[in-house]
Structures are given as C-alpha cells and as structure tokens.
C-alpha cells in the first residue's frame, strides 16, 4: 500500500468545500466530510477532481476522524 506524504495531506482541501481531508489508508483515498466526497489515490497521487470522485455514504460521513 501506497502512503500520502503528511506534509501534502496538511495542505490539500477539498477543491469543492476547501474543507481539510482526512486519509484513508485502506481505501486508498482522501475524505472531505464537508462536500460528501471521496478522492482516489491512484499510483500515490491524489485526484482532486470532482467528477473522478466518489460520493460518501450517510454511515461514512458520520465516522469519526482517525
């Protein structure tokens, strides 16, 4: 598995909500609770674009940061 960079993390948003994503090591991708969205990590790098990303389900947007 690949890991995000922590330093990259801390300055990355949501480019909808430009809310702060939490990680998501398992699933391979970048959560903005704020916006309902999943970014995937492909390769190592994130894809900030809205229409690559996934919407969250109501149980995930209630889950608690790490």
Known sequence: ???V???????LVCPVSKAPL??????????CKAS???YPIREGIPVML???ARRLH????LKKRP
């Open 50 to 52: 809205e229409s690559e």
């Open 5 to 11: 960079d922590k330093e990259l993390l801390s300055i």
């Open 36 to 38: 309902g969205l999943a």
């Open 1 to 3: 598995m690949i890991s």
């Open 22 to 31: 939490d990680y998501d090591n398992k699933q391979q991708e970048l959560i």
């Open 58 to 61: 109501a149980d995930e947007k």
